[in-house]
Antibody, heavy 119, light 107 residues
């Protein structure tokens, strides 16, 4: 069964750092494009970052220079390192398969992990 | 960045109704468009990609159409399990962006 399970969310003060993880099963994270998508409380969806199977990465302007997407092939796990966190980064963070500009749609999705940035 | 505008932002409908949601891109995106369904507290679910291709396992009452800048999602016969929020998303270029969502509520 294809599954994504996120972890690492929590309450963090502005300016702090947090690393999210997304463990995959049923497929290999290095074989497809993988993304992070977030959703602020009561708001819509916002794409955050993608990592290509070849290792190239892209970021939304809102997180560029602060967030880093990576993966550990040996653990079949995707990561999002979030530094210099701001109140406006508060959201549920989902990992998802996809994020290509050629083949469409995000699928599958994890269940999400909540990040709250507050003093 | 390409802006995706959905309309309406919400609608009320009854079971059995035909529902149409519109998504407009701020520039041409060919057919690089996906639609998602999201229920409260749950992750989004991919319904349609390439503007009109149904994702495996999605009921055939869902359909998508359009190309260029104007797209529609149609639910031909609304079922109780279809009450949810729907989002469009382009994948023409980075940054990938979503529409603001359309909440389909029970009349």
């Amino acid at each position: 069964e294809v599954q994504l399970v996120e972890a690492g969310g929590g309450l963090i003060q502005p300016g702090g750092s947090l690393r999210l993880s997304c463990a995959a099963s049923g497929f290999t994270v290095s074989s497809i494009y993988m993304s992070w998508v977030r959703q602020a409380p009561g708001k819509g969806l916002e794409w955050v970052s993608v990592i290509y199977s070849g290792g190239s990465t892209y970021y939304a302007d809102s997180v560029k220079g602060r967030f880093t997407i990576s993966r550990d092939n040996s653990k079949n796990t995707l990561y999002l390192q979030m530094n210099s966190l701001r109140v406006e980064d508060t959201a549920v963070y989902y990992c998802a398969g996809g994020g290509s500009t050629v083949t469409g749609g995000f699928d599958p999705w994890g269940q999400g992990t909540l990040v709250t940035v507050s003093s | 960045a390409i802006r995706m505008t959905q309309s309406p932002s919400s609608l009320s409908a009854s079971t059995g109704d035909r529902v149409t949601i519109t998504c407009r891109a701020s520039q041409g995106i060919s057919s690089y468009l996906a639609w998602y369904q999201q229920k409260p507290g749950k992750a989004p679910k991919l319904l349609i990609y390439a503007a009109s291709t149904l994702q495996s396992g999605v009921p055939s009452r869902f359909s998508g159409s359009g190309s260029g800048t104007d797209f529609t999602l149609t639910i031909s016969c609304l079922q109780s399990e279809d009450f949810a929020t729907y989002y469009c998303q382009h994948y023409y270029s980075y940054p990938l962006t979503f529409g603001g969502g359309t909440k389909v509520e029970i009349k």
